[in-house]
């Protein structure tokens, strides 16, 4: 046999042996780190919140409080990233890009970390963003990087636009007790001021992670409180409302079923959906709203 045929056989051996190597080792490591890459929408570039979720779950269970936040749990079946139906993706946060807001200005509230800092609200005064690049109120727009929490020494902050979100500079942080600092940046109003239960909580201190993010565990293997991240309450309950059966309760001794039909008449915009037309009214005393939330309440254990 020509040694230069029994050279040229060896080489492509040797070619098909890498191959099935790199091609297994690919296999392998899709297998280990698998990605949320394929639970992306068209309209929306969702690389950031993905990439938290695939760093916390190379942590295994002590992670495992991220892809819960985004929205997202493992399948251990299909070897593959589902959507749990709660966490960011189920939040309005995570699709809040509409076609009038796609620019540079409109993002300093609907996609953060795309704003201009320098843009304005005027004719010309901002630049348009691309379909299907918008990223949301995404994870970055709140929580700085665990290198530039080491420095601003909690991971709450307010994003300062068009900065390096991986530094600490890129952050005003949001002191323990402060965090309505950082709602009220861009939701700029407390909601239903005015009604004299909210009014009354308002006095009392209640922030809108209180209700809005509800402390529903701890974080594995910390006694750091885990919040819902989807924003709501009725779909939160009873963690939302602190009735029975939550972690802090601020209102033991009514149930879920009470508070879920006490929930619309607390707020006007629920009115159509939960209840029948001109059925909720406002009521003139937070007393008022507690005695019919307690009248509810009875009617569950009729």
Known sequence: MPRKFIQLFLVALLAVGLLALTQTTWAQSIAANPTAAPLSRPDYDY???????ACHFSMGALGDHMPEAVGMKFDTASNAFIFSGGGWRASVHSQSNFKSTQNTYCTKCHSPLQADPVSTFAI???????DGVVEGVTCAACHPSHTAAVT???????????????????YQVIPEGGEDLLCLNCHTNRHNEGNAAFDLMYVAEVKCIDCHMAVNGQIAGTVVPKR???????????FSCGVDGSVIHCHPGFS?????????????????????????????????????WKSLEAQVHQ
């Open 47 to 53: 690389t950031e919140s993905n990439s938290c979720v």
């Open 124 to 130: 010309g005064g901002s630049k348009p963003i691309a």
């Open 152 to 170: 601003l020494g909690r991971r709450l902050g307010i994003y300062k636009w068009g900065m390096d979100k991986n530094t600490a500079d890129a």
């Open 228 to 238: 819902a991240h989807d924003f709501k309450v009725a779909t939160n309950l009873p």
């Open 256 to 292: 879920v079923e009470s508070t879920a039909a006490f929930i619309p008449y607390m707020k006007d915009q629920h009115k159509t959906m939960w209840v029948p037309e001109k059925a909720t009214k406002k009521l003139r005393s937070a007393a008022a709203y507690l005695s019919l």
